[in-house]
């Protein structure tokens, strides 16, 4: 894993010579709109690079594109994998390590979410401020690369405390409701059951998805300072009586793609 993604960056810098991303960007399910937005963009199918798997999820177009975003040089995946597509959770390795040879000291990351407090609705941003693994495995499973980072890394502060008062100061000027919670990750590919929905909340989830915890883990293994940003795009299962589906998934993030947009690029040009 470590070796691919060497391999992939060794590729990138030669047919990108002299781009240096200081921020990496994940886009979740019906975000990768803002991968358009990249300005002088060079841009990579994941099936170009060693060890990124393409994905196979609507929504997810399977791109890495480095341009520059209001101001700042970015590297921007437009797309993820995720494990319930049978992929280990390994797989995410080379992907964000990736991004950190390339340069890359901060990674921001967007994700499309079940909403689990009873005040929230569909369409709102959540700021994360903690994670719960619930996907059963751990992307640094196996033999560790010391040259990446340690073998027992420490998860406290997983998403960056100083990140979240620059976001929380940029969604204020810009008037965009900004939730704060815990995110909780499950495997999939199936909804929860309203039982799974009453257990995440007892376990104080504020919001439940299928992704994201992996990147966070692999990024604080080697040093880089998170922020993320869920879309509620529902109420998770018995909280509401409409019936779940990836379609409504979609829906409700492109109706507030516009709104995360401006609040990702008014987070990264505070870096500028």
Do not use: W
Not at 49 to 76: D, K, M, N, W, Y
Not at 90 to 117: F, H, M, S, W, Y
Not at 155 to 162: K, Q
Request: glycine share 12%; charged share 20%; net charge negative.
């Amino acid at each position: 894993m470590s070796e691919d993604a060497r391999k992939a960056a060794a590729l990138i810098e030669e047919r990108a010579p002299g781009r240096k991303p200081t921020i990496g960007l994940v886009l979740g399910s019906g975000l990768g709109g803002l991968g358009d937005q990249v300005e002088d963009p060079v841009a990579f199918s994941f099936a170009e690079l060693p060890g990124f798997p393409q994905p196979t999820v609507e929504g997810h177009a399977g791109r890495l594109i480095l341009g520059t975003l209001s101001g700042v040089e970015v590297a921007c995946l437009q797309g993820r994998v995720h494990l319930y597509e049978g992929h280990p959770a390994t797989t995410v390795q080379p992907l964000i390590r990736t991004l950190k040879l390339l340069g890359c000291e901060t990674l921001v990351l967007t994700n499309a979410a079940g909403a689990l407090d009873l005040d929230a609705k569909p369409g709102q941003l959540m700021l994360l401020t903690d994670h719960i693994n619930g996907q059963g495995t751990n992307p640094l499973l196996g033999k560790n690369d010391d040259s990446f980072g340690p073998r027992f890394p420490a998860m406290t502060g997983a998403y960056s405390p100083v990140l979240r008062e620059r976001m929380k100061t940029v969604a204020a000027e810009q008037g965009v409701t900004l939730r704060e919670g815990v995110y909780m990750a499950l495997l999939g590919p199936t909804f929860e059951t309203p039982a799974e929905i009453r257990m995440c909340q007892a376990m104080g989830a504020n919001a439940v998805g299928m992704s994201t915890v992996p990147e966070v883990i692999v990024a604080r293994h080697c040093g880089m300072q998170c922020a993320a940003v869920s879309v509620l795009t529902n109420m998770g299962a018995g909280l509401a009586d409409e019936e779940l589906s990836h379609d409504q998934t979609l829906e409700f993030a492109q109706k507030a793609s516009a709104s995360l947009q401006e609040l990702i690029k008014g987070f990264i040009g505070t870096f500028a």
